[in-house]
């Protein structure tokens, strides 16, 4: 399977022709199937992971805090707090473009001003310990 998904990537053939070698007629194929049932697994095993494991859990829950300040962050940013697109999808793909360079510069510019700020914090002698610099973030 992992011979025949290499394959699949470098092939050099449409993405519409690469999707037919695993389904036909709307039902997987042998191939198909045994991709499904092979993803089954990873998705048993991060279940299982997520119950037992509140490290994981934990890791999974700031991930999801982080994806989310970005959308606010980009929500706040994009017309006024509505991230509304003005234009049809394929037209407004420039605006959603602008939009992922808009927030990049504005997450560049935080970081840089938490950099100095923590410095300057730890030049005027406030302890600036290893447990206080994680809960920085400069999507805030």
């Known amino acids: ?79 006024g707090q509505r991230g509304e697109l003005r234009q049809h999808y394929r037209d407004g793909m420039d605006q959603l473009g602008v939009l992922g360079l808009a927030l990049n510069a504005v997450v560049l510019f935080n970081s840089l001003y938490i950099d100095a700020a923590v410095k300057q914090l730890a030049a005027d002698g406030f302890p600036v310990t290893d447990e206080l610099l994680p809960r920085l973030s400069p999507l805030q």
């Open 1 to 79: 399977m992992d011979k025949k998904a290499l394959g699949l990537a470098r092939a050099k053939r449409r993405p519409a022709t690469r999707l037919r070698m695993l389904s036909r007629d709307g039902k997987p194929t042998g191939l198909g199937d045994a991709f499904a049932h092979y993803g089954r697994i990873f998705k048993t095993v991060h279940l299982l992971q997520s119950v037992s494991d509140e490290g994981y859990r934990r890791m999974i829950g700031t991930q999801l805090n982080v994806t989310e300040a970005r959308h606010r962050l980009a929500r706040k940013i994009f017309f």
